[in-house]
């Protein structure tokens, strides 16, 4: 599976959007972009998947470029509580659902001040 | 919300000593997981469990671990014989199977403390 690159920190104040690039340069025709949210002392949380363009949910936007080689993770107007680390992932799901390929690099640490 | 329930939140055990860690998965999940976080590190995969079977491991599960599905609702990760580099938060997750599917659902975590 690809390797993920992604800052380690950063920092952003309360109302502002906050976004996290992550590059995968070696992203194989079959893999996924999937973002995980991890709060301090608890399990990582889906946050958003895609495959190319710009997927939207309730909490995040994910953009993809045509050659999808990075992908940005975009959080619009952050408050206290979207303090947290941040992992970019590349996944193969396939036929069976198997997560085993879900492999977390050391995400991007983002701190929300007042 | 449904969700993957862990127990014990923490568990201190002396080395050598036999561990089980215990997950409640979600009750339409297919796909049982279990992973660690050495503290200050990121989250490593240890196993996936399918079909009352495992599927994959990682170089990280040997013969010290072993993981089981007693009844319908229970995934049990055992160490055998515990180690002080043991000490780690331990998550369990689950998921369903799905072609474009890559959602696990974590549990808040075990952390187990070797002394």
């Known amino acids: 599976l690809a390797k993920t690159t992604q800052p380690i920190s950063m920092d952003s104040y309360e109302g502002q959007e906050v976004n996290i690039t992550c590059s995968h340069n070696?992203?194989?025709?079959?893999?996924?972009i999937t973002w995980y949210q991890q709060f301090p002392s608890q399990g990582p949380r889906f946050i958003i998947q895609?495959?190319?363009t710009k997927v939207t949910n309730e909490v995040a936007s994910l953009f993809i470029p045509a050659d999808r080689k990075s992908s940005t993770l975009s959080l619009p107007r952050v408050s206290l509580s979207d303090t947290a680390v941040y992992y970019c992932?590349?996944?193969?799901?396939?036929?069976?659902?198997?997560?085993?390929?879900?492999?977390f690099g050391k995400g991007t640490k983002l701190s929300v001040k007042p | 919300e449904p969700e993957v329930t862990q127990t014990p939140s923490h568990q201190v055990t002396q080395m050598g000593q036999e561990v089980i860690l215990r997950c409640v998965p979600i009750?339409?999940?297919?796909?049982f997981y279990w992973y660690r976080q050495i503290l200050g590190q990121k989250v490593e995969f240890l196993v996936s469990?399918?079909?009352?079977?495992?599927?994959?491991k990682s170089e990280i599960f040997d013969d010290q671990f072993s993981v089981e599905r007693p009844d319908g609702s229970n995934f049990t990760l055992k160490i055998r014989s515990t180690k002080l580099e043991d000490s780690a938060m331990y998550f369990c997750?689950?998921?369903?199977?799905?072609?474009?599917?890559?959602?696990?659902?974590f549990g808040q975590g075990t952390r187990l403390t070797v002394v």
């Open positions: 997750a689950s998921s369903v199977p799905g072609r474009v599917n890559t959602e696990a659902f």
């Open positions: 070696n992203i194989a025709t079959n893999d996924y």
């Open positions: 895609g495959y190319k």
């Open positions: 992932l590349v996944a193969r799901p396939d036929y069976g659902g198997s997560q085993g390929n879900l492999i």
């Open positions: 009750s339409n999940h297919l796909y």
């Open positions: 469990f399918y079909n009352n079977e495992i599927s994959e």
